[in-house]
């Protein structure tokens, strides 16, 4: 057993915390476990609360240009009011639900670039003291593995998967910021697009899924944004020939955009550095086409997040908690 954490405002011989989560990633809207380990220091002491604190790496786009932050999008109280005994051990398991739109931080294993992570607090005496920061992992929801796996057979490639602060118009997002994931274009749409960007807005109901398009213009033609939304139902994952669905999407967003919005009618808010948007069309909530999706297909898995892509994501997550360790240290 190795506490990660001397609780320093705490004092010199105050107690020490470490967080050890369950193995294994988590799904959104599903329950995140895990153990909360105190050990006792040179006085007992009164534990008042301890609380896990859920903390996101995230971008802000503003007039200046773009930078980066923590955001903290969900706070659980998990034990509190008991002493805790000079050099006592106590363990502290929890269960507690993570919101449904968590982002997404790694695909059959490999990771995405996102960094997530849960931090303990531990208030003693009236003094609150941050503990450890443990990487946070969370794997789609069967809905979202199965788009993403579509995307890959037809030929879109991973490039990148970032944060955003700001509120996706005309959906129901409920966190401060959300997920983006960039992927280039397959072959036979790289005529109508330089990137198409996916997002996904999980909810207990099902997935929304916000499709942005950056167009290549024509030789009369600016080119610009598309933008649509698609809603599918959970119990849809097994039930869609999913590569069949998704290539339906970008055929009527590439060809009849203007039936599906731009910025100006349908787009992000970001505090006002953004188009505010308003409910879209482009809503699917048809029939299942009775193809279940192929069982271990990889899809956009399998050399897109690999090699150096994948090196590099777990670089940029290092320095996301190293940063927020030297943070938690001069608090």
Known sequence: MVFKRLLGAIGVGGPSVDTVLD??????GGALTGRVLLRGGGSAVDIEHIGLELIARVEAEHTEGESEGSVVFERFTVGGGFRLGEGEERELPFSVPLPWETPVTELHGQPLGVALGVRTEVAVAGARDKGDLDPLAVRPLPVQEAVLEAFGGLGFGFRSA??????IGGTGQRLPFYQEIELTPAPQY???????ELTFLASPAGVEIV?????RGGPFSAGHDALTRFTV???DAPALDWQAEV???????TEHHDAYGSHAAYGH???????AGVPGTGHHSGPGLGTAVAAGAAGLAVGVVGGMVAAEAVDEIGDFFEGEEDDAEEA
Do not use: V
């Not at 790289?190 to 198409?196: D, R, T, V």
């Open 23 to 28: 193995g294994g990633a988590a799904l959104p």
């Open 162 to 167: 970032d944060l955003e602060y700001g509120h």
């Open 190 to 196: 790289a005529h109508a697009m330089n990137e198409l």
């Open 211 to 215: 499709l942005e398009a950056d167009k």
């Open 233 to 235: 139902r959970h119990e």
């Open 247 to 253: 290539d339906g999407w970008i055929r009527r967003m």
């Open 269 to 275: 808010d970001s505090h006002g550095y953004g188009h």
